[in-house]
């Protein structure tokens, strides 16, 4: 078979969990390509906030926070029971063995940052058992800067890294980058799209149609399908490509239409990782979480859930009634100066949104719920009211759980300041997260059960291990990393059998 180039390992994709794997594939002294469709690699990882939730590590110790292994298995198996536990079992190993070989290397570091679990369960780490990369200086990663992708709202505007240390997904990129780079085994293809995967002898030996072969075998770890609206369609997610999180132009399923052609199996195909998206004006959605005050009503102005939910879990209240929630409205008052009291990624300026008509404004609610068509809204916002005065919500318990008051205490805050404002409300996502059937080693697996050889998927191209839950910051890039690790100690004993 004729490869224009040859490596020991090819990395489809450069997201956090991709990148993990092809830094430890090359600190074990294989040769290592990573292979990436986008001019700047990174995809939705580098917009992320990096928390990583790989739990019982010698971070938590180090900051004092009271998680172990044990703790997060019953907290795993509280909320996903004993589905999946060979993959969950895996990934608990893995975490504190990774994150002992990433803080090995003096490019990768982490500090804990406080940010509830989402559920209240046993096994719940009380603020959190998450931490981040440490910010990065431009200056550690020079001319390979230009190569890390830009945080979403400077990505979306054309526009470049600000003149201050990488945070978030943009350090964890630029760390995992660096150290690729250090090892000295490391090959960075950019602006090479992977459709094709080429098997030989029943063996996964590299792919195309840039022909790459891999000796001992493929790591996919190129997202999910969500910017892909057919096949979004034919699989029932729900929500719109247009509104999901990724980079616009990534993460449409190339290499995971090439691995089912394989006879790879799928699983959680209609899944994704939920939030509220504010409506922008462009089309498109973005990112939304920690509301510190105002409501979310549904197209007859009513509520329909406890807006402090955590993002997924207010974007699955969102799809249980799509015809009736699909747009909501977040009504909110003057309070924060007509600003929306939420984060928003990107949030765009309150009165870009007012001339566009995603948000609308009126001095009474009454002419608000005109201009939305949601005649019940008065009647809602007063019985919202009398709730926040009561700091109770008799309705749906906002404010009565831990990671709502991570964002505001209270949360429960009166709209009663005139003007009022609508601001609309889709369901966005930061990926989906239905894809190849894998093992534990994250190895691809067949409907039968056997392994397609060489073969080995991560992060959003494979099927979650948290199955239809989200259980807290950090979780899709945790398991992406961990099962990277994972499939590299798989592919380093292949190498040396
Ligand atoms: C604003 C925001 C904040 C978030 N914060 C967090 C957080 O703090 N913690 C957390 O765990 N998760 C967070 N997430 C979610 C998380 O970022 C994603 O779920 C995760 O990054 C997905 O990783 P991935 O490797 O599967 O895909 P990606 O990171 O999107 O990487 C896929 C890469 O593969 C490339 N690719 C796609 N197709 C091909 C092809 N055919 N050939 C070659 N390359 C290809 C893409 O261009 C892309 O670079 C956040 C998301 C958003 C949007």
């Not at 250090?182 to 022909?211: K, Q, Y």
């Not at 199996?265 to 089309?283: F, K, S, T, Y």
Request: with cysteine.
């Amino acid at each position: 078979m004729a490869f224009d180039d040859q490596f020991d390992v090819v990395v489809v994709g450069s997201g956090a969990g991709a990148l993990t794997g092809a830094y430890l594939a090359a600190r074990a002294g294989l040769r290592t390509a990573v292979v990436e469709a986008a001019d700047r690699l990174g995809g939705t990882s580098a917009y992320s906030g990096a928390a990583c939730w790989l739990p019982g590590t010698q971070v938590q110790e180090r900051f004092g926070v009271a998680d172990s292994t044990a703790a997060a298995r019953e907290y795993l198996r509280a909320l996903l029971g004993e589905d999946r536990t060979g993959r969950q079992e895996a990934f608990l190993a893995k975490a504190p063995e990774l994150v002992a070989a990433l803080e090995a290397d003096p490019a990768l570091e982490f500090e804990w940052r406080a940010f509830p679990d989402y559920f209240d369960r046993p096994g719940r780490v009380p603020g959190g058992r998450s931490f981040v990369p440490v910010d990065l200086p431009l200056s550690e990663l020079g001319e390979r800067a230009e190569l890390v992708r830009p945080p979403v709202d400077r990505d979306r505007a054309g526009r470049g890294h600000r003149d201050a240390p990488l945070d978030g997904g943009r350090a964890l990129i630029g760390r995992l980058l660096l150290a690729f780079d250090a090892t000295g085994n490391g090959t960075v293809f950019t602006s090479t799209p992977v459709d094709e995967l080429v098997v030989e002898n029943g063996r996964v030996v590299g792919v195309g149609p840039r022909r790459i072969g891999a000796t001992y075998g493929v790591l996919i770890g190129a997202g999910g399908f969500e910017r892909n609206a057919d096949l979004r369609e034919q699989s029932g997610v729900p929500g719109s490509a247009a509104w999901s999180m990724a980079p616009a132009e990534t993460n449409r399923g190339q290499v995971l239409a090439a691995a089912i052609a394989l006879g790879a199996a799928v699983d959680l195909m209609d899944e994704g990782w939920w939030c509220p998206g504010i409506a922008m004006p462009d089309g498109g959605a973005s990112f939304t979480l920690g509301f510190r005050g105002g409501l979310v009503v549904d197209r007859d102005g009513r509520r329909y859930a406890n807006e402090s939910l955590p993002y997924d879990q207010m974007g699955r209240e969102m799809a249980a009634d799509p015809a009736r929630r699909i747009p909501s409205h977040i009504v909110f008052d003057s309070r924060e100066g007509g600003r929306l009291p939420a984060i928003a990624l990107p949030g765009g300026r309150p009165d870009d949104h007012l001339a566009a008509g995603t948000w609308v404004e009126a001095d009474t609610l009454a002419e608000l719920a005109k201009l939305i068509d949601a005649p019940e809204l008065p009647e809602t916002v007063a019985r919202f009211n009398s709730f926040a005065e009561a700091g109770h919500d008799a309705d749906f318990g906002r404010g009565e759980d831990e990671y709502a008051r991570h964002f505001a205490n209270p949360v429960l805050v009166p709209v009663d300041r005139p003007p009022f404002r609508a601001a609309r409300l889709v369901l966005s996502d930061l990926g989906t997260k239905g894809g190849l059937v894998t093992d534990p080693d994250a190895r691809v697996l067949r409907e039968d059960g056997s392994a397609v050889e060489g073969l080995y998927a991560v992060g959003n191209s494979a099927a979650s291990m948290t199955g239809g839950y989200y259980p807290g910051p950090g979780i899709p890039l945790g398991t992406a990393m961990a099962f990277a690790a994972r499939a590299v100690d798989d592919l380093v004993a292949r190498a040396g059998s």
